[in-house]
């Protein structure tokens, strides 16, 4: 299975994504924790993205789509799960070309839906594993002991661009760049909406059903 998880930053998108790849074996790709890496191994392309990420920004539309290429060049043998990509109506339409070329079925597009406030609260109280991308949440989902991650044993921290202002600001670029692929997918009749305000459980009962996982696998 192909999907797409479409939604404002802290919607959960990240954290749904990772329980189905460990339940179904479904590939996460998180363009965010890519270009993390990249920034944390100074690559070109890190230190490309760098800027716009610190200030909330995109990254630039063909900068998105040659990593997306080039990431999907390997491996073949399992669905995909697309985190955070595409973001922009050009980066669809280029995504639509690649699915074609290579004759790979899309087969839904999650709409993660979340109220401003709620986001917010969420991102201002996540904390990372930047070696694996796992989060945790002081309000919701605490690590055992604080700051430090359950399973490896390392340290957790608080993503920069989780600032207040720069939160407003990926919030507004949500909201102008973002939710036009909203319309673009349901038009394609892909869509499926979730309630990414429930609990993540529920969130997570509610895509198996609405995915048709039980049959699928
Ligand atoms: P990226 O890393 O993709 O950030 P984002 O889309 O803003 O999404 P987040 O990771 O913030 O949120 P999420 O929905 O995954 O939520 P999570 O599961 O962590 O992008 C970062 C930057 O990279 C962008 O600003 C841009 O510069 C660049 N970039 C990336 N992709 C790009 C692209 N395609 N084009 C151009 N630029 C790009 O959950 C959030 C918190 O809530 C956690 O603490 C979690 O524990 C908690 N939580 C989750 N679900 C629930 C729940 N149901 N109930 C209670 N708490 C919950």
Do not use: C
């Not at 694996?132 to 430090?148: H, S």
């Not at 892909?190 to 609405?210: G, I, M, Q, Y």
Request: glycine fraction near 8%.
């Amino acid at each position: 299975m192909n999907l797409i998880f479409l939604g404002p930053p802290g919607a959960g998108k990240g954290t749904q994504a990772r329980l189905l790849e460990r339940r179904f074996g479904l590939r996460q790709i998180s363009t965010g924790d890519i270009l993390r890496k990249h920034r944390e191994e100074g690559t070109a392309l890190g230190k490309q993205a760098e800027g716009y990420m610190k200030s909330g920004e995109l990254v630039p539309d063909d900068v998105i789509v040659a990593m997306i290429e080039s990431e999907l060049a390997g491996d073949h043998s399992r669905g995909f799960i697309m985190d955070g990509f595409p973001r922009t109506v050009s980066q669809a339409q280029a995504f639509d070309a690649l699915l074609a070329r290579q004759a790979w079925p899309l087969d839904a597009v999650v709409l993660f839906a979340a109220d401003k406030q709620t986001l917010l609260a969420r991102l201002s109280a996540r904390w990372s594993n930047p070696r694996n991308g796992r989060t945790y949440n002081a309000l919701t989902n605490p690590p055992k002991v604080a700051g430090i991650d359950d399973q490896d044993g390392g340290p957790l921290i608080q993503r920069e661009d989780d600032r207040a202002q720069t939160v407003a600001k990926r919030l507004d670029v949500y909201q102008s760049s973002t939710t036009p692929l909203i319309e673009y997918y349901r038009k394609a009749g892909k869509l499926l909406e979730v309630d990414a305000l429930a609990p993540v459980d529920t969130v997570a009962h509610d895509l198996v059903h609405a995915l048709h996982f039980e049959h699928a696998h």
